[in-house]
C-alpha cells in the first residue's frame, strides 16, 4: 500500500476503520417523573425528540429514527443540528455506551471517545494518577500507560504540577491535563462532542496541532458541534440533524445549502 | 495497531441474543480483570489519602471494636475469653467482607455512570470492582486474623484449604448479590436503604458476636434459614479448628446456583437498559 497516493475513493481494506448503521432507532424509558406532568411540560418546548407516552405509563423518548450512515478510513463527518436533536446521543451509540432499539450498528475499529473530558477524572488524586486512571479506562495496559507517560506528562506542559492533586488545578490547567490524555491513545474512530476550547492561547495552538494530528491518524472522525467554521476546518462531510431523523450526508461544501432547508426529511 | 471489532445489533432478537450477549459481557470483563483492579485499587488510595495510617485506620477501628465487643461478650455469655475473642475477632472481619461488598454493591453502576454512558466498557467490570475492592480492604484486615490466629494458639488446629474454600464460595455468593442490588439499585433509588436496613437486621440475627447456643425452636430456625450464617460459619469454623455444620458447603453451593442463575438472568434481561437507568 506504499506505492504512490492512494486516491482518496479506494475502496476499504478488511482492517481499515469503517462505520456502518442502517436503520437505527433509539428510545429512552424515561424513569422517575410523572409522565404526564413530564409530557404536558414538554409539549411546549421546540427543541428535543418526540414523545410518546408508552404503554406502562412511563415517558419513552425517541431520541434517533431510522437513520442510516456509511463511513469509511479518511471520512470526517461533521454533525449539525439544534440542542436535542440526537447529536450526542448518536455518539454514545457509536461508541457502544447505547444499544439500538432497532436497526443496526457496526464499528471496525478501535474507538476512542473524547465525549466528556472529565471521564474518569478523580480530583483528590494527582495528576499522574490521573493519567494512570483514564490511560486505564481509555483501553490501554498498565505498561502501555508507562510507556507513554511521558509523552503526556510532557503534552500537559505542568511540569511539577503533575505531583499534585488535580483539586489544586485551575480549570485551564485541568483542561489540559484531561485532553492530553484523551488525546494520547491510538485510535481509528474518533467521537469528539463539541471542540471545547481548551487553556491558553498556546496551548490551543498546540491542541489544534494534535488534533489534526489525531484526525489524520485516526480513521474517521465523526464530530457533533455547533460551530461551523469548526465544521469546516475539521470535516469533509457533513450531516444534518432534527429530531432524531438524519439528512443524507453531503460534502462540507454544501453546508450552507443544507442548512437552508427548513427540514431535513 | 490493535483492532477491536465491535457489533451492536437490535434488542429486540429475543432472549437467546441477549444472553448471549451478557455472556460477552462476562467474557470481557474477566478478560479485562486488570481494568477492575486498577479501579478498585484506586478507590482505596484515594479513600484514604493524605492520612498515615490510611486502609489500616478500619482495621484499627475493627480491632478496638473485637477487643470492646471481645470483653463483653465473654462476660455477658460467661464463655472463656480464649474461646470468644477468636470467635469475634473472625466474625466482625468476614463479616464485615460480607455486608460491604453487598452494601457498597449497591453503588456499582450508580457510580460508574459517566464511564457506562460514553464508553463499551464491560459493565460487570464495575461489579468486580466493588468486589475487589472489598477484597482489597479484608488484606489489610488480615492483621487481625493472623494476629488472632497465632494469639490464641489457632495456628495448631486450624484448616486452611478448608477456609480458603470457604472464602472462595463466599466470594461466589456475594458476587451474584452485588450484581443484584447493583441493579435493582439503578433502576429503584430507594433500593440501597433498604439493603443497608437488611444487612444491619442480619447483623443481629446472625452469630458474629454471640455465640450460637443449642440449636433448639427459633435458634434452630434463625441459623438454618440465615444464608449469612451458613457464609460465615464457612470461613471461621475450619479457621478455629472445628467442623462446619454439614449443611453449610452444601447450602453455599446451591445458593452461589440459583443465586447467579437468578442474578444473570436478570442482568442478561436488563443490560441493555441499566445505561438508562442511570
Known sequence: MSRGAKPPTAPPRPDQAFISVRGLTLRFPVYGYDAKSLKKHLARVAVGGQLDQARHGSTTVTAITGLDLELRAGDRLGLIGHNGSGKTTLLRALSGAYEPDEGQIEVRGKIAPLLDLSLGIDPTATGLENIRLRGRIAGLSARQVDEKMDEIAAFTGLGPFLA???????????????????????????????????????????????LLGLVERAGILVLASHDLDLIRLYCNKVMRMDTGVGSEMVSVKALDELLARPSVR | MEITEHMLRTGSRGFRDDLA???????????????????????????????????????????????????????????????????????????????QTIIEGCESFVQASGMLS???????????????????????????????????????????????????????????????????????????????????????????????????????????WNPFFHMLDAIRAPLMGLAPEASTFPVLIGMALIGWAVAFGLFTVTRRRIVHYL
Not at chain 2, 478498585?40 to 488510595?45: E, F, G, I, P, R
Not at chain 2, 492520612?51 to 465473654?74: D, H, K, Q
Not at chain 2, 477456609?163 to 435493582?184: D, E, K, P, Q
Open chain 1, 164 to 210: 499534585m492533586p488535580l483539586k489544586t488545578y485551575s480549570s485551564g490547567m485541568q483542561a489540559r491535563l484531561a485532553f492530553a490524555v484523551a488525546t494520547a491513545v491510538d485510535a481509528d474512530v474518533l467521537l469528539r462532542d463539541e471542540w471545547i476550547a481548551v487553556g491558553d492561547a498556546d496551548f490551543q495552538k498546540i491542541a489544534h496541532q494534535r
Open chain 2, 21 to 99: 450477549r451478557a455472556i460477552e459481557d462476562l467474557r470481557r470483563s474477566s478478560q479485562g480483570l486488570g481494568l477492575a483492579w486498577s479501579l478498585a485499587w484506586h478507590d482505596v488510595v484515594s479513600r484514604y489519602r493524605g492520612s498515615i495510617l490510611g486502609p489500616f485506620w478500619i482495621t484499627l477501628s475493627m480491632a478496638v471494636m473485637v477487643l470492646g465487643i471481645g470483653f463483653l461478650y465473654a462476660e455477658l455469655q460467661n464463655i472463656p475469653l480464649a474461646t470468644t475473642l477468636p470467635f469475634v475477632a473472625l466474625g466482625i472481619v468476614f463479616w464485615g467482607l460480607i455486608s
Open chain 2, 118 to 224: 460514553q464508553t463499551a466498557l464491560p459493565m460487570l467490570t464495575f461489579v468486580w470492582r466493588t468486589v475487589l475492592r472489598n477484597l482489597a480492604a479484608l488484606l489489610h484486615h488480615l492483621v487481625i486474623v493472623v494476629a488472632v490466629i497465632i494469639g490464641f494458639g489457632l495456628w495448631r488446629t486450624l484448616n486452611l484449604p478448608l477456609a480458603l474454600a470457604g472464602l472462595a464460595l463466599v466470594l461466589i455468593n456475594i458476587s451474584w448479590m452485588c450484581l443484584l442490588t447493583a441493579i435493582i439499585s439503578a433502576r429503584f433509588r430507594d433500593i440501597p436503604q433498604i439493603v443497608m436496613s437488611i444487612m444491619q437486621f442480619s447483623m443481629f440475627m446472625t452469630p458474629v458476636f454471640w455465640q450460637p447456643g443449642e440449636r433448639v425452636g427459633l435458634m434452630d430456625a434463625v441459623l438454618t
